[in-house]
């Protein structure tokens, strides 16, 4: 893995820059067909649209969202011309049928679904793999487990998702009157669900505030039902073998909390800056 090969010999980085923010902004690039030289830029305006300043919201500029959208679109067009095994190629060959009758995707709906698969992709698994450094920091006696043991790390990444979610709250439109615990809401309501809370819900997870790798059992990290995460398999095959490339290169780090900084976003939650130190 390219990403770590290039920390050889260092027994310090950070976590997130040097290494989990890499890894999903290539493989969503790849995925799309956006070639490397390009994929940090798309990062970059990613960080500028949902960032925060000083813990508050910003407006972002229209500037910010047209520069964004530009180069999208830029890659677009030039994947129209040169079609290949890729997303976005598969997006401008879509159809959909609409009045019952099949219609391309136009070029508006391809750019919506490229900007967003991105932006997604990249944001939460940089996230989860930098909560992952964390909390096997904080457990070394299971860090060591999994060292000794790979077939335990799919386990262990589900209780990372559960006990830290990279997106803690959804937020749900009501379609119709409907009754939650006695309580009526209304159709109309907005309704914002604490999945990060309620993965932690002592009725569902006994000792839920504990973490545990050998934990079972399903969470509401990735949302649920007709909303479920589209990108869920492919996060966690990400973190899967991030943590397996981790474990191999140095089975023992703890984290410089001191110099760590959680990111301000609008939407998701995690760590910006990670020190770790393998030595």
Known sequence: ????????????????????????????????????????QIRDNTDASIGLKDGSFQSVSSATFENAYQLFAEYIEWRAEHPSDDVMTQLLNAEVEENGELRPLTRIEVLTYTSMIAGA????????????????????????????DFSLIPGAI?????????SPVQARYVARDTEVH??????????????????????????????????????????????????????RM????????????WPEWHIDFDNAAMAHTSSVRGWGRLPIVTA
């Open 121 to 148: 992709g990249n944001e939460t698994t940089t996230r989860l793999i930098g909560f992952i450094g964390q909390l096997l920091a904080q457990h070394p006696e299971q860090r060591r487990e999994l060292a000794e």
């Open 238 to 249: 990400q973190a899967r073998v991030a943590l397996e490339e981790m474990l191999t290169r």
């Open 182 to 235: 006695g309580q009526t809401i209304a159709e109309g309501s907005v309704m914002l669900l604490l999945n990060g809370s309620a993965n932690r819900d002592e009725r569902h997870y006994p000792d839920g505030e504990s973490f545990d790798i050998h934990r079972t059992g399903s969470h509401l990290s990735f949302g649920q039902g007709l909303h479920f995460c589209l990108g869920s398999s492919l996060a």
């Open 1 to 40: 893995m390219r990403a770590l090969d290039a920390l050889a010999g260092i027994s310090r980085f950070d976590l997130i820059a040097d290494f989990g923010a890499l890894i999903p902004m290539r493989t969503i690039g790849y995925l799309l067909g956006i070639p490397e030289e390009g994929q940090q």
């Open 158 to 166: 589900e209780e990372v998702l559960r006990y830290e979610s990279a």
